[in-house]
Every structure is written in C-alpha cells, then in structure tokens.
C-alpha cells in the first residue's frame, strides 16, 4: 500500500532526455484527443453544430470566459489566483450602466475600466503587502464587489441606452465579431509576452519559485502586482464587452465564472501552484467548455444537465491525463 | 567491533540497476559489520543514493542480491526494509510540524487506550526512547520550536525506537553547526555499543575520519574499493571519488592579484542589527576573497544576508567603491552590483522547472532583452559561455530543467548567474553545501579566477577546510561579533577554531 | 560578556499572543458595536435566532476542518447538502417513510465525499479540481432530481431536526455541539486525528511512518461528504422543502469560518474549537447586520470585508512577531 503513495517526484537522476516526451499544447494528447472525439460525436448529434451559424456564434459565447482565461492564466503562472474576476465584471457593468447618463457612455466605460484595474490593484496589495493567501482574499473581494454591484443597482438590471455602445459587443468586422477580434487579439498578445518578455519569463520564475526569484533580484511583488491589475483589468474589459453585447448590466451576471476560468485553465493544464502551464492550454480549456456548453444548447439539454455535465467533463480530461502517466493499472490494482 | 571472519550484519552483492536502459549501478557490492560505521563515498551521481533506495526498497534492484546474518532477503518496499530493521534517516527532514516530539517520535504508532491515544503512555514511552541516547528533550516541545540539529536527532532516536539494525544515514549533518556535529557522534558512539550498525553518507571527509571504521567508495556506478579508513588519508579518498589527484588552495598567482593600493569596493562600518550582530567592520578589496568562518547561529550568515537587504539593518555603514549606500531589498543590491549564492539553493537559489539558460541569465534581463523581449541569440549566447567557463554539465544541453542537474552542477549555475550579472561584490554562503569533490574544486577554481578579474568576493563558511583553502583572509565570528582576523599564511584551523568559539587570543 | 543574544526563543517570548484570543476579542468587540446599535441584539429572542442559524454552516464545517488538516479541500459541500435535501423530498412520502428517505440521503452524501475521496487518492486529481467538478455535477444532479422545484417535506418529525427546541434550545444546536465534541476528541485524542496533523504537515513523514494515507484521505473526504449531507438534511427541515438551490455558497461560507478560526489552507494545522468561533462569528455577523437592518446588498459587502480584515490582521500580526525575531 505505501508503495502507491510514494511521490512522483522520485524521478532518476539524469533521465530528461530519456522521460516520455510531452506533448507541445496543454496537457497533453488526453485533452486533444477528448476534444476531438466531442466535436465528432456532438456533429453526428446535431447537425447545426457544425454549421455556419453556429461556427460564429461558438466563439463569441467563450469569449468573455476566454479573455478573463487569458489573463488569469498569466496570473496563475505566476502562482497567484483571482476569484473575484466574475464579481468584478458584474459591478463594472453595473457601474458602467449607472455612470452612461452623467459621464456620457465612453466615460462611464473609462471609469469602469480603472475601476477594474483598481480591484486588481487592491487584490494584489492584499496578497503581496498585507500576505493574505490569494484564495481568501480573492475570495472576500468576490463577496464584497458582487455585494456592491447589488447595491449600486440596487438588485435591478439596468438598461444601456446608447446604440454604438451596442456596437462593440454585437457589431462586427469583415463578418467577424468584434469581440472575438478583441479575444483573439488579446491572446496572441499573451502569447508573445508570456513565450519573448522578460514579463512572462517573470510569471515563469515566480511561480516556480518565488523566494529564489526574490533572492535572484526580482522585483517578485511588482510583478505579482501588475498580474493582479492586469487580471482585473481584464474582468472589466469582459464586463464592457458583456454589458454591451446583453444591452443590459445586471449584478448577478457572470455568477461563478470564477469558477469555469479556473477549471478551463486547470483543464489546460496551468498548475495551481503556478510555474508550469501556457495559453494554447488554456484556449483548448475555453473550447472544451464552450464547445460542450454549445452541444448542450443545440441538443436542447437542460442547464442543469449542462451542470453535471461540466464536472464529468472536468474529471474526465484531468483523470484522462493522469491516466496516462501511468496510473491506470495502479488505479486497477488498488483495494482496501 | 567484531572479529573480521563472523558472518557480516549486511551483505549487498552485485546490485546493478539501470534507469531507461542507461546504467547507475554496475555490480555493486557492500557489506556492513554488526556494531560498524561505514562511510559510503562517491561524487554526486557516482551512484549512492540509487544503492541506498534499493537497500530501502524505494527502487528495485535489476540483480544482485541483498544477504543479512547472510540469509537472502527480498525488499520490495520500505516497508519490508523497516520489518528488517533498515532505517533510513534523509538530509532533508520530514516531520509533523504542529505534532509534539513525541507524536513524532510514535507517528502512526501512538499508544492506545480503547480508541483513544493514552497520552501519558506516549510521553513515557517517549521520554524512554530519547533515554536510550541520553537527550535531554522536552516530549512535548512541538517540532517546529526545535533546533535543525534537535529535529535530526529526534530523527535518530526515532529510528532506534523502531528497533533499527541497520541505520543509514545520508548527509546527516548538512545543516549542523560544526560544534553540534559532535552531538551527533556521541549519539552513533552510543548506537554502536548497542550493537547497531551504521551507512554513513557525507561529503565532509574529516568527519567520516572521526566517526568511521570503514569506507566504500563508488565512481559513476562501480564499486571502487573498500577500505579501513586508518589505511588511508583523505588524500586518497578523495582520488578514489574523482578518478584524479584534485589540487586545492589558491594559487601563488592569485594571492598577488589582490590590489591594496585601490579603495575596497565593499566596506562595512559599524553594521549591527539587534539580537545577532554587533560592530562589524570589514573591508574587501577588488580580487580579494574574504572568508567568515563561524559555528552556526554566530549571525555570521544574518551579516551578509543584511549587506543583500534581505533582512533588516539597525545601524552601521555600507559603502560600494567608497560611495555611502543602502540596501533595501535583493532587487536594490543586485542593481547596486551586489549578488548572493545562498546556502539552500534548491529552495533559495533555482527555478528547478526552468531550465538551465533561463536561470543563468534570470538576474540580468536588461541587456539581454529590448524593450523588454528577449535577444534570443544574445541570450543563449551569454548562457554558453558561462556552461563552457564553469564546466556545466547536463544531459540534455542549455535547455535542460535544472531539477535534472546534479548539486555540483546546480550549484555551478547558481554562480553563473551572478557573474552573468556582472556584480561588484559577490557574497557567498556555505558555496559548496552538498557539493561533491569534483564540483568543489571546479568551483573554487572559478571563484579565484573571478577574483582575479577583481571582483570581492565575501564568503560565509563553517567548513573550516573551505574557508582555509580558499580564502586570503580569514575572520571569525562569534556571537554575532568579530572576534579575529588572519592572514591567508597565519590561519591554522586550531587558530580559527578558538576564536571563532569565543576564545581570545 | 556583550548583550547580544543568539538564542531566538527568548526573544519572541515577550510578544506571544495566541491568535484564538485575537478571535475572540474581536468576536466580542464585534457584538458590543452590534448591541450598542440595535437593542434587539441581545435579546434572548435574538440570542436563540443566532443559535438556530449555526448548524447548517457548523455542520458542515467540521468536515471541512478535517479536509483542511490533512492538507486538502473540498468545494462540493454546497452541492451536496442540496442534494440530500432534494433526495429527501423526492423519496418522500412516496416511495419510503421518511427516516428511510433520510437515510438514502445521507448515504448519498456519503458516496459523494467516497467519490472524491477515490478521484483523489487514487487518480491523483488535485482536491480543488475534483470537488469543483462535484461541486458542478451534483448540484446539476440536484435540479434534475427535483424537476427544478421545491418539494414538500411536511413531516413533523423531520422538521423537529431543523426547528425543534429542547429547553429552549434549538435540537440542531444541540446535535452541532455534540459534533463538535466528538470531533474535537477525534482530532485531539485518536490515533486518526493525529494521524491527519501529520499528513497535513508533512506526507512524507506520514508515508515513512506507515501510515496509509490515502485511506485516511478517503475517510476525511466520506467523513466530509456525510456531514455536509447532515447540514443539508437540517437545511431542508428548516424550509420545510427539498430545494435544488438551498445551501448555494455554503462551500464559500465554510471555508471562510474554517479559516477563520485559524486552520491553515496548507494544511497540518487547525483545531474544532478554533471552527466553532469562526462559525459563531460570521453568523453572528450576518444576524447583526439583519438586526441594523442593514440591506442584504451590503451584507455580501461585509461578510467579504470582515474575512479580508481579519485575516489580514492575524497575517500582519504573524508578520511583527516574524519581524522581531528574524528576517524571513
């Protein structure tokens, strides 16, 4: 029995070049794999899925999971964690909604913008000045922001009045959506700073060892800093493109999609501990979740079958990768 | 110790084993007498700690066989290892840190009443047990209030409570001021008049000339020898380790590289913080290697941490180059051209996941990046050089992780980055902690040839024979106060010795 | 001989202050500002109010101290106390009598906390990662159940577990209180509750000690499960209903009292008693700001703001007393 609980870790000296090679995106060949054969199955299921319409409303419906994603990846590389990103986009949207008659919209949405950076901003001094472990922290700005978007619209959705405002959530260009632009924008830009700039090469060493990074000269809570503002900034961008998109700010939106960011990013294989991961992960996570949410919708399976569905999938993918490693037959042979 | 021709306690025969078809133990053999110590040698990779997980059962052996009281013996795991009386103690410490001693001592055998946990049973039996090595150790002192060196030997009191015959001891006194060291030996003094043997693994040789009777050496998975170690000098060893004769000590070449006719690039004047050191005054000029020697907990390590800004200053002065500084924090010190090897480098020095080039270069982003993104070719330029200068070696070239290097070569990067950075002053701490033979003189070969170039090296040590074979100038601490300085020909290791135990001169 | 000292213990003597007084001042603190304000505050009528709100929370807590000791977390707790109540009132009175129908309930709970349990140890998936899952599918698990509605659950013998009152004192106080006996002897003087210290501490030491601890890993998360169904079932007595939407945030309610009363999210550390203030302190928060007649906008607002103000004084308290004695 102890035998199976030995740490992984006991590897070899010397063996790097001689370990089971991994594959480039993600998690590995598992997710691909399960990917595909969803996409196969849901296409014999329905046959909208497959079609023009269908393509182009997919990525918009992920994209406000996806831009937040994004940006809690690099965070998570970095070894920290936001929870407070749905909660936050709610309020901005609420802000921006009861701020478009004063300030006009373009102001409102500034104002919301630097709202957004300023609870990242208090996320991360919480977590690197007052050293507050980020899962509470984030978790009590979760609380008290979803209770202020309550209290600024005071529990009533509140509708946006000007037209180009709309523009921006539904509009598109060349037939393409603005906001999948937006998305897509954002995610190779991602990918450029986490794989070529001293930023993501930061997110990397921090993660994978804070003191050492601290201890080698790193400014560690600067950069964590700008991660935690970066993250919130993105939540209020999400927050712009939603309240946009729906026409209307609502305080409840967006509720646990804490939740659904962290099993995307996890699902793609970015380790809670932070260190290790990348964003094709992370965007194959998004499409993993959005894909099987959409197949729902056509499907006509209730949301709450969607539900269920979204923690069979979770475990399946995990579970999947692991199996590979090789506990397969450690899980066969197992007993008590 | 027992007559030579009885029956031996542990016989390992031709143990091979080999890792994805690549060989770490080529017919190994050992055998180990009731009531011995043998020391068990070898460079990092030479294949020891591989023997010793098998003889634990972490690993399984591809051949050979395992005899004790000469009867053949199967362990498959450590389980089976602890039924037969084999004790692993480890260098790195696991223990329940909100658990008593002797909940630590008893784990997953506490005494039971019924169904719950009889304490005063526990604390007897504990009380007992620390007895047997006659320590003097409150049982029910949570383990995070104890000592480095009070841990390990809870450590050892917990292996002979579980009836060990065999205990194996790997780096046991890594962490230990050498004044405590002495402890520990008077415990293995007291486990071998109760018959118990012992596989002592250290890389500090004078110690295995204290302590042991016996040593088997290992290079690159094949058995070398075994031999008394009253047969042999540590010169000897050593060459059995690494395969050639290693010269230590600076060079004549060296020693007038030191330039006293500039202004010492680091100098410290009065530096003091509360309750660990007091009036410290030093000077390192440009090419001079300055060593600290202290016994642990003299502060002599909380002074150089303070010269990085990684812990708090009261008073005193810092000077770079004659210029009036502070230093608030690592990331100040590293653009102010100070850098510090730390003593822990596995949890203080490396990105383990990363991989070698991006921990050479990790403390000197700016010229190698614009705009922050990375020359990519500047870089991995910059990161050859220093594998070629400092001999890294790796498996798999500059983009192999480093949790894949051995100690020597981990440490060798550790080095390189503060090169690569260009600093002016380099503080060292305990630079070859766990580093084996070959690595060292590597090492110290690129510390000198660094001083050469005029840098001013400043090293904290309680290995006396680092400090004595490396440094110009010796000064010892105590208490957190400097209590003498020598010259490179003055210093004697009894010399230092004294003083750095409070002794005056 | 020179006033400086090296023996570190001394030096930290003077400024020890244990961190459950810190709690409890500021619990008191807290409900003398409250009863200055409302004088309906310490109200015997109020005082029973408050007693009557714990066990959900409480409950369900103790599972979560044990989960947090041995190192690991589970988010399902919501979800499942939602689900025992659905299964409750869909087995009832139609298919069995009610004691039956609770049972099943528990029992499901209890598979659940075996199934994370199992996911866990056995197939290595991260605990977090696991019980999001759970947390997702069973509370899926629960609308589908209940055809998405409340479902009656009248009987008057049931609903003495969740509103009955022995002496004046709410049964389901009274069940908690005696949980949380049996669980502070559990943890403080069993062989198994020592044995989760250790592998919340340090698995290692636990592994090379012999003990399993994927077995004990698979208990705590049964254990877990079972009580937070508990929780449910009372939840569901209280309502009178199976609701498919009942105990929603438990999970985030929970661990933020668990914390609260200063078990560590690393694990090896914590204590039942440090819970039960915890518990007492945030529902007693909730029912002050009831009391000040306070929005229910802003009491999200403060529940966020007292986890963040007292968490952050006990880590800037951590960090002085840190501080003094040496750098980190």
Redesign the interface.
């Given at each position: 029995m102890t035998g199976n609980t030995q740490p992984q870790s006991q590897t070899p000296p010397q063996t790097a070049a001689t370990r089971a090679p991994r594959i480039g995106i993600g998690n590995g060949i598992g997710l691909l794999v399960l990917y595909l054969i969803m996409v196969v199955v849901i296409s014999r299921l329905s046959p909208y899925f497959l079609g023009q319409r269908n393509l182009i409303n997919l990525p918009v419906s992920v994209s406000v999971l996806g831009m937040i994603a994004i940006f809690s990846t690099m965070l998570m590389i970095g070894g920290g964690l936001d929870l407070s990103v749905g909660a936050t986009t709610a309020l901005v949207g609420v802000v921006v909604a009861s701020a478009q008659t004063p300030l006009g919209v373009w102001g409102a949405t500034l104002v919301g913008l630097l709202l957004g950076l300023g609870i990242g901003l208090l996320n991360g001094l919480l977590v690197t000045r007052v050293g507050i472990n980020p899962l509470i922290t984030t978790l009590g700005m979760l609380s008290t922001i979803r209770g202020l978007a309550f209290v600024f619209s005071g529990g009533l959705s509140i509708p946006m009045l000007d037209k180009d405002f709309g523009q921006l959530g539904r509009g598109n260009i060349g037939g393409v959506p603005i906001i999948v632009i937006v998305v897509a924008i954002m995610f190779i830009g991602a990918i450029i700073v986490m794989r070529y700039t001293t930023y993501g090469r930061a997110m990397y060493a921090i993660g994978g060892n804070s003191r050492a990074s601290h201890l080698a000269g790193l400014p560690v809570k600067r950069y964590q800093l700008i991660a935690y503002m970066l993250s919130g900034l993105s939540a209020a961008i999400a927050g712009v493109l939603l309240t946009s998109r729906l026409g209307v700010a609502a305080p409840q939106a967006s509720t646990g999609l804490e939740l659904s960011v962290v099993a995307a990013i996890i699902l793609g294989g970015t380790s809670l501990s932070g260190g290790k991961g990348n964003l094709f992960g992370t965007l194959l996570g998004i499409m993993i979740l959005g894909t099987l949410d959409n197949a729902m919708t056509l499907l006509s399976v209730s949301a709450y079958y969607q539900q269920i569905g979204l923690g069979v999938v979770l475990l399946l993918a995990v579970g999947l990768d692991q199996l590979r490693v090789g506990n397969l037959g450690r899980f066969l042979r197992s007993k008590y | 110790m027992q007559l030579e021709n009885s029956v031996p306690l542990l016989q390992m025969q031709d143990i091979e084993k080999s890792f994805y078809g690549v060989t770490v133990l080529d017919r190994v053999s050992l055998d180990l007498q009731t009531g011995e110590v043998l020391a068990l040698l070898g460079e990092n990779g030479a294949g020891k700690s591989t023997l010793i997980k098998i003889l634990n059962g972490d690993y399984q052996k591809d051949g050979g066989a395992i005899l004790i009281d000469g009867k053949s013996v199967q362990i498959n795991r450590p389980r089976d290892a602890g039924a037969l009386g084999i004790h692993m103690i480890y260098q790195e410490q696991h223990y329940a840190p909100e658990l008593s001693v002797a909940e630590n001592l008893l784990l997953g055998n506490l005494p039971t009443r019924g169904i719950m946990v009889d304490w005063n049973k526990a604390y007897a039996m504990a009380r007992q047990h620390l007895n047997l090595l006659k320590v003097e150790l409150d049982p029910k002192k949570l383990m995070m209030n104890l000592s480095v060196v009070e841990r390990q030997i809870v450590e050892v009191v917990k292996a002979i409570s579980g009836n060990a015959r065999i205990i194996v001891m790997d780096e046991p006194t890594a962490a230990f001021p050498p004044n405590e060291v002495e402890l520990l030996f008077e415990s293995i003094r007291s486990l071998i008049k109760q018959n118990i043997s012992i596989i002592y693994i250290s890389h500090r040789l004078d110690e295995i000339f204290q302590i042991a009777n016996r040593a088997t050496v290992l290079r690159d998975g094949k058995l070398v020898g075994t031999h008394k170690i009253s047969a042999v000098t540590q010169r000897d060893l050593v060459q059995m380790m690494v395969g050639h004769e290693v010269a230590h000590g600076l060079s004549k070449e060296s020693m007038s590289a030191v330039r006293s006719d500039v202004p010492p690039v680091l100098s410290l004047r009065g530096l003091g913080r509360d309750g660990y050191f007091e009036n410290i005054d030093l000077q390192v000029a440009p090419g001079e290697i300055v060593g600290i020697f202290g016994l642990l907990g003299a502060g002599h390590d909380t002074i150089i941490n303070a010269i990085f800004g990684e812990q708090k200053l009261d008073r005193g002065e810092i000077r770079i180059n004659g210029n009036l500084t502070t230093v608030s924090s690592p990331y100040d010190a590293r653009n102010k051209g100070i850098g510090l090897v730390p003593a822990d480098r596995k949890v203080q020095g490396l990105i383990l996941d990363m991989n070698v080039r991006e921990n050479v270069t990790l403390s000197n982003w700016n010229p190698l990046s614009r705009l922050g993104f990375f020359q990519s070719q500047t870089e991995k330029q910059h990161a050859q050089q220093w594998i070629d200068r400092l001999g890294i070696r790796m498996a798999g070239g500059m983009a192999t992780k480093l949790r894949f290097l051995s100690g020597g070569n981990q440490q060798k990067v550790v080095l390189a980055r503060w090169l690569e950075a260009n600093v002016k002053v380099l503080l060292l701490n305990e630079p070859t902690w766990g580093v084996d033979v070959g690595a060292r003189s590597d090492i110290y070969a690129q510390l000198e040839a660094m001083a050469a170039q005029g840098l001013a090296i400043l090293m904290v040590s309680s290995d006396l024979d680092e400090v004595l074979s490396v440094s110009h100038r010796i000064l010892t601490v105590y208490r957190g106060r400097l209590t003498g300085q020598f010259s490179r020909d003055e210093a004697t290791r009894e010399k230092l010795l004294h003083a750095a135990a409070g002794g005056s001169e | 001989?020179?006033q400086?000292?090296?023996s570190r213990?001394s030096?930290s003597s003077g400024i020890k202050i244990n961190p459950t007084l810190v709690l409890l001042a500021a619990f008191i603190l807290m409900c003398l500002i409250f009863g200055s304000f409302a004088p309906t505050f310490f109200s015997l009528d109020n005082v029973v109010t408050i007693a009557s709100t714990l066990a959900v929370v409480g409950i369900s807590a103790v599972g979560m101290t044990m989960v947090l000791v041995s190192g690991g977390v589970d988010l399902s707790v919501g979800s499942v106390a939602a689900l025992t109540g659905v299964a409750a009132s869909a087995l009832w009175p139609s298919t069995l009598p009610i004691w039956a129908a609770a049972g099943v309930a528990l029992l499901s709970g209890l598979l659940v906390g075996l199934f994370n349990g199992l996911?866990i140890t056995?197939?290595?998936?991260?605990p977090?990662?696991?019980t999001?899952?759970?947390?997702?599918?069973?509370?899926?698990?629960a609308?589908?159940v209940s055809g998405?509605q409340d479902n009656q659950l009248g009987d008057p013998n049931f609903l003495f577990l969740g509103r009955g009152s022995i002496m004046g004192v709410p049964f389901s106080l009274i069940l908690m209180l005696a949980l949380y006996a049996a669980f502070f002897?559990v943890l403080r003087?069993?062989?198994f509750g020592?044995?989760l210290?250790?592998i919340g501490?340090?698995?290692?030491?636990?592994?090379?000690?012999?003990?399993?601890?994927?077995?004990h890993l698979?208990i705590v998360y049964a254990l877990c499960g079972l009580l937070s169904a508990l929780a449910g079932l009372i939840s569901a007595a209280q309502l009178a209903a199976g609701r498919?939407q009942a105990a929603f945030g438990l999970e985030?309610a929970v661990?933020?009292a668990v914390?609260l009363g200063g078990t560590s999210?690393a694990g090896?550390?914590g204590s039942i008693w440090g819970t039960l203030i915890g518990v007492v302190m945030l529902r007693t928060l909730d029912n002050g700001l009831v009391q000040l007649n306070v929005?229910s906008?802003?009491?999200?607002?403060?529940?966020?703001?007292v986890?963040?103000i007292t968490?952050?004084i006990d880590?800037?308290r951590?960090?002085f007393e840190k501080?003094q004695q040496?750098?980190?």
């Open positions: - | - | 001989m020179t400086v000292s090296v213990p030096r996911m056995r197939l290595k998936i991260n977090l990662i696991t999001l899952a759970t947390y997702s599918a069973v509370r899926g698990i609308f589908v998405t002897f003087y069993t062989r020592r044995n210290y250790a501490g340090s698995p290692e030491a636990a592994r090379l000690a012999g003990i399993s601890i994927n077995r698979l498919p985030f661990i933020a914390v999210l090896g550390k929005s906008f802003y009491q999200d607002v403060a529940r966020g703001l986890l963040l968490v952050g880590q800037l951590l960090r501080s040496r750098g980190t």
